[in-house]
């Protein structure tokens, strides 16, 4: 498997030294998104790594998609968001991760009716995530996941 990004927070996530983790599901691990243009993007990163759902069982298969749900649930529940988006691409990282995209009704008509990727490249790259100013929500959504795990 090739190396990436998302191979390293897996990595750190494990070690306790990945900031960007919000916590740990059955199926793995939630990280706030790098990019926080739509506030509480998150991606779930499948922990053990496969390279894609059809890699798992029926039993892991379920898992994964209960895990990713729950953290849209805890993203309607935390955000004012009105809708969340999945995507599950796996072409420029071929292992199994989620993107979990919540939107919102004050996005422009034009780009919220279409991806979430439909921004800009400049509007997507100007939002950061900033840990600082993300972990009161990374604290609300780790909550909110854990409650609904239970």
Avoid at 38 to 49: E, M, Q, S
Avoid at 88 to 95: H, I, T, V
Wanted: with cysteine; hydrophobic share 40%.
């Amino acid at each position: 498997m090739p190396d990436s990004h998302f191979l390293t927070r897996i990595e750190t996530a494990r070690t306790g030294t990945n900031p960007t983790i919000i916590c740990r599901v059955p199926s793995g691990w939630v990280a706030l998104a790098d990019m926080q243009y739509l506030r509480g993007y998150c991606i779930l990163l499948a922990d053990p790594v496969v390279d894609s759902i059809n890699a798992l069982d029926l039993v892991a298969r379920a898992r994964f998609m209960t895990d990713m749900s729950i953290v849209g649930d805890a993203l309607l529940q935390v955000t004012d968001s009105f809708r969340i988006n999945y995507g599950m691409l796996s072409n420029a990282d071929p292992y199994l991760h989620a993107h979990i995209v919540p939107r919102y009704r004050d996005e422009p008509e034009e780009i919220r009716r279409h991806l979430p990727w439909s921004y800009s490249k400049e509007h997507m790259a100007a939002n950061p995530i900033d840990l600082e100013r993300d972990r009161d929500l990374m604290v609300d959504l780790k909550q909110a996941i854990e409650r609904l795990i239970e």
